[in-house]
């Protein structure tokens, strides 16, 4: 059974940072890429982050430079360092193992979702 779970989200204030961390069980870890995705408040999910399973990463323009993903080959593990947050970062966090991955879109065709975890940014 593959399981992926996040953990770290909470509340913060405007310019602080916060890092979420994703486990992922029941999968060969090595062959997928790890994305983040979020939803705010009333809106869509979208994708925000993603790693390839070689370790190359893709950032959606409004968190590049302020998020950084990197991958824990010995935990199976994925991270997301936010930095600079702001209050439009509030949103719904998810991780997701997905089967494919490229520079423009970064993770697609996601194989398992985690239930997500909230992240609260206050002005």
């Known amino acids: 059974q593959v399981q992926v779970v996040e953990s770290g989200g909470g509340l913060v204030q405007t310019g602080e940072s916060l890092t979420l961390s994703c486990t992922v069980s029941?999968?060969?870890?090595?062959?997928?890429?790890m994305g983040w995705f979020r939803q705010p408040p009333g809106k869509e999910r979208e994708g925000i982050s993603c790693?390839?399973?070689?370790?190359?990463?893709y950032y959606t323009d409004v968190v590049k430079g302020r998020f950084t993903i990197s991958r824990n080959r010995a935990e199976s593990s994925v991270s997301l360092q936010m930095d600079s947050l702001k209050p439009e970062d509030t949103a719904m966090y998810y991780c997701?193992?997905?089967?494919?991955?490229?520079?423009?879109?970064?993770?697609?065709?996601?194989?398992?979702w985690g239930r997500g975890i909230q992240v609260t940014v206050s002005s």
């Open positions: 029941g999968l060969r870890f090595d062959g997928y890429q």
């Open positions: 790693i390839s399973a070689s370790g190359i990463t």
């Open positions: 997701a193992a997905a089967l494919s991955f490229n520079t423009r879109n970064g993770c697609g065709q996601i194989k398992s």
